[in-house]
């Protein structure tokens, strides 16, 4: 046998996965050093390669090298040279706006040629170029491991995230729709940032077809625009050049709501115990003529007012994804997802039902360019329960009652030209096209109106009727938006110099916004909030970031620059909108052409690794956005009782945000990170109150502000003793005047507006501490105990998501005595869930599946989300109530009771 004097490939690899922003946020990149293990000199011209793709690159004189572009995924990276054997590291991940590390360390042995080494690479604990604070989770995690519903859930599981009373997330202390959502490099979130918008914040996309979902908080690089809390990044995967196919059912919930049931009230602890003559004043408060509840729960696949959208009458929520090479068309590969939901909610009424199908295809003309071209359409039409209108479905059918129906959808269209240039530079051209749909109109009836002029014809809208607490009327608002958004976005990375990556581009976004909105509707056609407009917006931006990378230093340098042009005239003076003439006639002041305006956002990031496992990072950064354009193009007529007018001429929304932490590696498993993080916030949206003649309104403006500090500490276990699990605990303090753009609106007017607060105070969505846990148990092949030959632990796992948070704040009424009190000075009480998922993975025929169950709310725990002032409590208003038990006793102030689920997932 022939032997000769070889490299042995001693693989020291340390997958330092780092944050850094590039490749427009879809891609990653593999860099390292490659040395003599005896000598410890360079190596040069060493061959690095991805296997089974066209990626590679070669060791330069110093024995550095560095691969870009590489889509999101699990690799095996070879090595070679001549004169050294093959070398081989399997499992090499590579994340969104990371940069994978591997250095390898060469030593010289004799081996038979033809030889290979492989090393299976782990994922390393410490990011030594993380600037910032960054978390990402792929989507196999989240489609079968984690016991989640959607992306909302994974995101509340994240270091920093917190919930409000509706559900609706917030990031580091900001206000709802701070957060800007991304879908393959390109924003997805809703320009009118709408209160019921929360469904469709990010995406209804199957968990299966996404390759990734990032998270950038608080502090980003100059890429990022629009956002002042921080950027969800959701990467879809593409098609392979093999066939798979993954078909997934998920029951609905096996256990039945409490609050399914007529006088459920009688099954509660402190009612079940009491005398039958005790408990009459629990039961349900409107009955017919014979003493029966009128009450009756009905699944949305039964209700004949939707049969409409349901389609399919079977409950439970289905998903199918296929890909492969397209055939007949070689270098073409394909991604086909769909998932459809019908869920009855789990208070006494409500639904939703989610309809999504994307397509994407991808064309690789040969190594250097790629062409994709993405369609999806989704469709998401819910009913959220409000206890005003608990019998209305009664009513509805008696013909004297309805209640609103959401429908929301998304057509998107993206295509996407990867072009790279050379070994060092590539760049992105991208063009999509968005369109989304909100309305909410009652079920019953139809508003119909002129689509010219806005006028109403409202002569068959049913008026609200109050009668013992509850309501038997139609919803007293009407409302439907639509934005259509033309986007280009292009970007180009370049490694000029081996410390040195730069990365610049620009992006334009054409908005065309439609928006009516009616509120206080009655028979008569009056409404005091009435909003009928089309504008179109422009939106742009040019940005460049510097990578300045050392061993012991690594510096992001980046500039941002935001035009916006509203398209779109305006007042100069808001409080001197208009006047009386001669003639006693109000008349409008004059109104001018509103500027484009211009705005620069410096942003900086320091690293320093002081050692294999510790590193500091410091970062700060401006960071700017658009007010909503649902409070600058709002209502712009005084003639409306108690107007509230939109300000074309509002500053953009500011965040000046600073964080500073340590990362530690404790042993080979497990890693720490501690984070301290300030934000200071101004111009923010406010509305303020006009006392002018003849008529008085409220305008929103630039009036608000808030001041975030805190810490978050995160610990993390890699899979280790078929163990793996993260802990992170949040603490921050959120304070400012107000916490919604339109408070100021709803609580003052001409007896007090004065009494408005300029001062800061605890904000509605202030969580002092929130805590969470996730741990995953996985069991391999022929583990366990085995009965008759069957191993019921093999392949099988555990996920455990535990949540703790202190409660929310409250403005107490005054009880008899008080003359004072602050506000938001009383808190709600904690709030505990514990989530569960057990899974069992089996192989059949060549098919590979999966059976599971999944439980959320595993002890039934009461979770107060919402109560009265009075007494702070969630089901009782107090002695003096002039209310009933039954409407006293909201279930929607309770967060979700125990839901048991079951299902299965099939791969071929």
């Keep these: 046998m022939f032997k000769t004097k070889n490299a042995t490939v001693t693989l020291l690899i340390g997958c330092l996965l780092n944050a850094v922003t590039v490749f427009g946020g879809t891609t990653g990149k593999i860099a390292g050093r490659i040395i003599d293990k005896e000598s410890g000199e360079p190596l040069v011209g060493v061959n690095v390669v991805i296997e089974d793709s066209y990626l590679g690159a070669s060791s330069d004189s110093d024995g550095r090298y560095f691969i870009i572009n590489i889509s999101p995924g699990v690799y095996s990276v070879q090595v070679s040279m001549i004169g050294y054997e093959l070398g081989k590291v399997a499992n090499v991940q590579v994340s969104v706006d990371l940069t994978t590390k591997m250095d390898f360390e060469l030593s010289a042995t004799v081996l038979d040629m033809g030889e290979k080494v492989v090393v299976i690479a782990k994922k390393p604990l410490v990011q030594n170029d993380a600037t910032a604070q960054i978390s990402s989770v792929n989507g196999s995690t989240i489609a079968e491991k984690l016991p989640v519903s959607d992306i909302n859930d994974v995101l509340a599981m994240q270091a920093g995230f917190s919930k409000d009373q509706q559900g609706k997330l917030h990031l580091r202390g900001g206000r709802y729709g701070e957060i800007t959502y991304m879908v393959d490099g390109v924003y997805v979130s809703d320009p009118f940032i709408d209160p019921f918008s929360n469904k469709f914040a990010g995406t209804a996309t199957s968990s299966d077809a996404m390759a990734e979902l990032q998270v950038l908080s608080g502090t980003f690089n100059a890429e990022y625009g629009n956002s002042m809390s921080g950027v969800v990044n959701i990467v879809t995967k593409e098609g392979d050049d093999s066939y798979h196919v993954k078909f997934q ?66 409950l439970g929520d289905f998903s ?184 610049t581009g620009f992006e334009v976004k054409q908005h065309e916004i439609f928006r009516h909105y009616i509120q206080n509707l009655t028979k008569t056609g009056a409404a005091n909030n009435l909003e009928y407009y089309r504008q179109k917006p422009l939106e742009a931006a040019l940005y460049l970031q510097d990578k300045i990378e050392y061993d012991y230093l690594i510096i992001n340098l980046g500039l941002r620059l935001d035009y916006f042009d509203t398209q779109t005239s305006g007042w100069t003076d808001m409080g001197d909108i208009g006047y009386v003439d001669s003639n006693g006639v109000y008349q409008s002041n004059a109104t001018v052409d509103v500027s484009p305006r211009y705005h620069i956002s410096p942003r900086i990031g320091l690293a320093h690794p002081f050692s294999d496992n510790s590193m500091l990072h410091f970062s700060y950064g401006h960071f700017l956005q658009n007010p909503a354009y649902s409070s600058m193009y709002v209502n712009r007529s005084v003639w409306a009782s108690a107007a509230l007018i939109g300000d074309v001429m509002m500053k953009p929304q500011k965040t000046v945000a600073f964080e500073i932490g340590l990362k530690h590696a404790f042993s080979s498993s497990m890693v720490a990170d501690a984070t301290v993080f300030l934000k200071d916030i101004t111009n923010l949206i406010g509305s303020t109150y006009y006392s002018r003649y003849p008529y008085d309104y409220t305008i929103y403006n630039n009036s608000d502000f808030a001041r975030v500090q805190g810490f978050i500490l995160i610990v993390e276990n890699q899979f280790s003793n078929y163990l793996s699990g993260m802990v992170n605990y949040t603490y921050s303090i959120a304070e400012g005047n107000e916490s919604d753009p339109s408070e100021g609106f709803s609580n003052y007017n001409a007896s007090n507006y004065y009494l408005r607060p300029n001062r800061e105070y605890y904000l509605d969505f202030d969580r002092r501490h929130v805590f969470s846990a996730n741990a995953d148990l996985r069991f391999p092949d022929d583990y366990g105990f085995s009965l008759w030959g069957f191993r019921p632990l093999e392949n099988s796992g555990i996920n455990v998501v535990l949540d703790v948070a202190s409660g929310l704040p409250y403005t107490p009424i005054l009880s008899e005595g008080q003359t004072t009190v602050d506000k938001n000075s009383e808190r709600m009480s904690w709030t505990v869930n514990l989530d569960l998922r057990v899974n069992r993975n089996f192989r059949v025929a060549g098919f590979e599946g999966s059976v599971f169950m999944k439980v959320n709310n595993l002890f039934d ?38 839901c048991i689920k079951i299902g299965l997932y099939i791969k071929i």
């Design 320 to 503: 199918l994804n296929i890909d492969g090479p397209v055939p007949l068309i070689p270098k073409m590969t394909f991604l086909l997802s769909g998932r459809f939901k019908n869920e009855d909610g789990y208070l006494p009424w409500g639904f939703e039902l989610v309809r999504d199908i994307m397509g994407k295809v991808t064309y690789k003309f040969n190594p250097k360019i790629k062409l994709c071209a993405t369609i999806e359409r989704s469709q998401d039409y819910h009913q959220d329960y409000s206890h005003y209108y608990k019998y209305y479905k009664y009513y509805e059918q008696t013909g004297i009652g309805a209640y609103g129906l959401v429908k929301e959808w998304r057509n998107r269209e993206l295509i996407t030209w990867a072009h790279t240039l050379n070994r060092s530079t590539f760049y992105t051209l991208r063009l999509s096209h968005l369109v989304s749909h909100f309305e909410f109109k009652d079920t019953g009836t139809s508003v119909w109106y002129d689509t010219e002029t806005g006028v109403l014809d409202s002569s068959t809208y049913l008026e609200s009727i109050g009668a013992g607490g509850f309501v038997q009327g139609g919803t007293d608002y009407w409302w439907e938006n639509e934005s259509e958004t033309y986007n280009v976005k292009f970007d180009l990375t370049s490694q000029i110099h081996q410390n040195h990556q730069i990365k």
């Design 249 to 314: 059912y998920e029951s609905p919930a096996l256990n039945e709501s409490p609050y399914h049931s007529t006088d459920w009230l009688l099954s509660t602890d402190e009612v079940k115990n009491l005398s039958s003559e005790e408990q009459e004043q629990y039961l349900d408060a409107w009955k017919d003529d014979n003493g029966n509840s009128l009450y009756e729960f009905e699944s949305v696949i039964n209700d004949e007012t939707f049969k409409d959208l349901i389609l399919v009458p079977v």
């Design 861 to 898: 725990r009461l979770n107060v989300v919402n109560v009265w002032k009075k007494t702070g409590e969630a089901w009782d208003e107090g002695n003096t109530s002039s209310y009933t038990y039954d409407r006293q006793a909201d279930p929607s102030n309770i967060g979700i009771r125990r």
